[in-house]
C-alpha cells in the first residue's frame, strides 16, 4: 500500500511539474491570484469588490511572459510583488470585478486597465476563470493580453472623425462621408439641409437607403454606386430643374469603421 501510494504521489507530482513547466514556457502572459481571506460572494456586489482589493490578494504564479509585460526588472520575481503594484484599484478595474461577478468568473476578453512597473498604464484584456468554493472565491486566474495599441487607434480616428467633421462643416457642398459598409460617419450641415434632417441625425444610418428615401428611383443609379462602390463616378439626380449633380470619392479601408468614401451633392450642378 505504501508503496503504491508513493508511486500515485510521484505520478502526480511529475504531472504538475510538467503542467508548471508548460505555463512557464508559454509566451502568453499567464497569472493567478488568491486571496489571504477567501472572498465572500454572498455578499452584495459592492462588497465583493472592495473584498479582491482589500482581502489580501497575491500572486499564486505568474510567468515570465507576465513579467515582460509588466516589464518588471530582469533580477525580480513577479510573484513576489504586491498585486496592487500592476492591477491597482480604479474605476476600470472595479469594472472588471463587476464584470467577473455577473459573468459567474467566467469571462473571456474582460477589460482593465492595469500599470507596469515603468508606470504606464496599459489597456488588458483577461481571459478569466475562478476556484470557487461553498460561495468562497478562493482563486482566479487567467491569461492577459496587451490591447493598448488598438485604444490607441481608436482614439486616433475618433480625433481624426473630430477633425474631418469641423473642417466639412465649413464647407458649402452637401458632403457625407461612409464606411466600408456604406455607415454615414460624417455629414456637412449643408448635407443635413439638403436632406431635410437635423444636424448629426444621419449619422449611423446606411448612405444608400437615405438617399433612396430621399430621393427614390430618380437617384437609382446613385444607391447602385454607393453600394458597389464605383470608384470616381458621378451622375445626376433628376429632382427637376436643375436637378442634383452627384460625385463619390472612394479610397481603401483600413477597417470598417473608417471613413472608405465621401458622397458631394451640389444643387445645380457642379458648374453651376
Given at each position: ?19 508548471a ?12 491570484m488568491?486571496?489571504d ?14 473584498q479582491?482589493?482589500?482581502n489580501g ?6 510567468n ?6 509588466y ?19 480604479n474605476?476600470?478595474n472595479?469594472q472588471f470585478?463587476q464584470?467577473l ?17 515603468d508606470?504606464?498604464e ?6 478569466v476563470?475562478?476556484h470557487?468554493?461553498?460561495?468562497r472565491?478562493i482563486?482566479?486566474f487567467?491569461i ?9 487607434r481608436?482614439a ?5 472623425l473630430s477633425?474631418?467633421h469641423q ?8 458632403i ?7 455607415v454615414?460617419?460624417i455629414s456637412s450641415a ?7 434632417r ?5 449619422i449611423g444610418?446606411v448612405?444608400?437607403?437615405?438617399i433612396?428615401a430621399?430621393w ?10 454607393l453600394q ?9 439626380i433628376?429632382?427637376g430643374?436643375p436637378g442634383i449633380?452627384?460625385h463619390?470619392?472612394?479610397r ?6 473608417d471613413l472608405?468614401?465621401v458622397l ?9
Amino acid at each position: 500500500m505504501n508503496d503504491a501510494f508513493a508511486a500515485t504521489a510521484h505520478s502526480s507530482m511529475s504531472e504538475r511539474d510538467i503542467l508548471a513547466g508548460i505555463l512557464a514556457a508559454s509566451t502568453d502572459a499567464c497569472w493567478c491570484m488568491e486571496f489571504d481571506e477567501p472572498i465572500d460572494l454572498t455578499m452584495p456586489d459592492s462588497e465583493v469588490i472592495r473584498q479582491v482589493f482589500e482581502n489580501g490578494p497575491r500572486w499564486r504564479f505568474c510567468n515570465d511572459a507576465m513579467a515582460q509585460l509588466y516589464m518588471l526588472g530582469p533580477h525580480e520575481d513577479l510573484n513576489a510583488r504586491p498585486v496592487s503594484e500592476i492591477f491597482p484599484r480604479n474605476a476600470q478595474n472595479e469594472q472588471f470585478v463587476q464584470n467577473l461577478l455577473s459573468n459567474g468568473f467566467e469571462v473571456n476578453g474582460a477589460p482593465a486597465l492595469d500599470r507596469r512597473y515603468d508606470g504606464v498604464e496599459i489597456h488588458v484584456e483577461n481571459d478569466v476563470r475562478a476556484h470557487i468554493d461553498g460561495g468562497r472565491l478562493i482563486r482566479m486566474f487567467g491569461i492577459v493580453r496587451n490591447v493598448s495599441k488598438h485604444y490607441r487607434r481608436e482614439a486616433d480616428l475618433s480625433a481624426q472623425l473630430s477633425a474631418a467633421h469641423q473642417l466639412i462643416s465649413l464647407l458649402p457642398d452637401a458632403i457625407l462621408g461612409f464606411d466600408a459598409r456604406g455607415v454615414i460617419l460624417i455629414s456637412s450641415a449643408a448635407g443635413d439641409h439638403l436632406l431635410g434632417r437635423p444636424a448629426d441625425a444621419l449619422i449611423g444610418e446606411v448612405a444608400g437607403d437615405v438617399i433612396n428615401a430621399a430621393w427614390g428611383t430618380s437617384a437609382k443609379s446613385l444607391v447602385h454606386a454607393l453600394q458597389d462602390g464605383i470608384a470616381g463616378s458621378s451622375g445626376r439626380i433628376a429632382t427637376g430643374d436643375p436637378g442634383i449633380d452627384w460625385h463619390i470619392e472612394r479610397r481603401v479601408p483600413v477597417a470598417d469603421r473608417d471613413l472608405a468614401g465621401v458622397l458631394v451633392l451640389r444643387p445645380g450642378g457642379f458648374d453651376g
